[in-house]
């Protein structure tokens, strides 16, 4: 059985979004794409909360979103509870955010990193688990309202 994974991103992450999904779809796993769906210009924030929401239902295992910068994606994604989105620019990073904070979405600064990167970034993610122990108990401190 394959991993389901929803993807958004808004025009600026739209080029890399395209080359991720392809790498993922080669990897076998099964691609939801939540838009956008071309380089007009598009606001992040419908693109996060339909992935964050695939997160949620259970749609999808997990989620993979880029803008510009990442923060603004990151920040709507965030706003649902449930979610840990974590804003990744390092394989490292990515790792730290599944092991230490159970992170269920990718978050990629598409003008800020490399297709090389993102895609170290991606694998990491996808393969990394959750180490739980200590770090359980801090997870369940998040979401409090």
């Not at 939540?34 to 997990?62: L, M, N, Q």
């Not at 790792?95 to 694998?123: F, G, W």
């Amino acid at each position: 059985m394959s991993i389901s994974i929803s993807i958004g991103s808004d025009h600026a992450g739209f080029e890399l979004k395209k080359q991720i999904i392809d790498y993922l779809k080669n990897k076998l796993f099964i691609v939801i794409d939540k838009g956008c769906f071309s380089e007009e210009r598009a606001d992040y924030p419908d693109f996060a909360h339909h992935t964050a929401e695939s997160v949620i239902t259970k749609e999808s295992e997990f989620g993979i979103l880029m803008c510009g910068s990442g923060n603004g994606i990151n920040m709507t994604a965030n706003k649902h509870k449930g979610i840990r989105a974590a804003l990744c620019w390092t394989s490292e990073i990515a790792a730290m955010a599944r092991q230490h904070n159970d992170a269920n979405v990718l978050v990629l600064p598409a003008r800020y990193i490399t297709i090389s990167e993102a895609l170290k970034c991606v694998d990491v993610f996808l393969s990394e688990k959750f180490e739980g122990g200590r770090h359980q108990e801090r997870i369940e401190k998040i979401d409090l309202l």
